[in-house]
T-cell receptor
Framework: GAVVSQHPSWVICKSGTSVKIECRSLDFQATTMFWYRQFPKQSLMLMATSNEGSKATYEQGVEKDKFLINHASLTLSTLTVTSAHPEDSSFYIC???????????????FGEGSWLTVV | GEDVEQSLFLSVREGDSSVINCTYTDSSSTYLYWYKQEPGAGLQLLTYIFSNMDMKQDQRLTVLLNKKDKHLSLRIADTQTGDSAIYFCAETNSGTYKYIFGTGTRLKVLA
């Protein structure tokens, strides 16, 4: 079945540095990818929606200059956390929408998630 | 905006049935989903239901949808210790493809 892969699964970075998380659709072209953030013991909150070749659409309250999203190809989207701080430590999950087919033509596949710890 | 609510905790004994409930507010929901998240892991799609369906059964899982009351439930028959996890319901509509997740229900299965 369709697979979405995130890399890295775990990353620790120093405060003030930037870190990039990749989200790849492995066997389908993803016209749209989504980035979510999950705080411990909380639900997933949508951060932004990215469409291939265009600027991402950010949800209210999400700093677009801090969370840079690039969707340069139909199989890859990246989330860069710039000037990371400890409060950015979280579990980040991406999802990708298959352009057609799938379970019901509206299928979203989730990545395994990436744990970010900023020290 | 859209809102999806779930009870936070559920504890059942091994072999019993579990019922996890979810309410949502978006009347234009097209699909409703149940995901399972084990500690430190991503999301595993368990099942989904189209909004014009009332019920869907898949092995031990039964999904009931009451569209009038905007209520969704997931029943797990013969619950096992391996079913212990957080269960999220989510809704989306064909217009945006954005998922709105519920708060998650922590299911604990007692041996």
């Amino acid at each position: 079945g369709a697979v979405v892969s995130q890399h890295p699964s775990w990353v620790i970075c120093k405060s003030g540095t930037s870190v990039k998380i990749e989200c790849r659709s492995l066997d389908f072209q993803a016209t749209t990818m989504f980035w979510y953030r999950q705080f411990p013991k909380q639900s997933l909150m949508l951060m932004a929606t990215s469409n291939e070749g265009s600027k991402a659409t950010y949800e209210q309250g999400v700093e677009k200059d801090k969370f840079l999203i690039n969707h340069a190809s139909l199989t890859l989207s990246t989330l860069t956390v710039t000037s990371a701080h400890p409060e950015d430590s979280s579990f980040y999950i991406c999802s990708a929408r298959a352009g057609s087919g799938g379970l019901a033509g509206n299928t979203i596949y989730f990545g395994e998630g990436s744990w970010l710890t900023v020290v | 905006g859209e809102d999806v609510e779930q009870s936070l905790f559920l504890s059942v004994r091994e072999g019993d049935s579990s019922v996890i409930n979810c309410t949502y507010t978006d009347s234009s929901s097209t699909y409703l989903y149940w995901y399972k998240q084990e500690p430190g892991a991503g999301l595993q799609l368990l099942t989904y239901i189209f909004s014009n369906m009332d019920m869907k059964q898949d092995q031990r899982l039964t999904v009931l949808l009451n569209k009038k009351d905007k209520h969704l439930s997931l029943r797990i028959a013969d619950t096992q210790t391996g079913d212990s996890a957080i269960y999220f319901c989510a809704e989306t509509n064909s217009g945006t493809y954005k998922y709105i997740f519920g708060t998650g229900t922590r299911l604990k299965v007692l041996a």
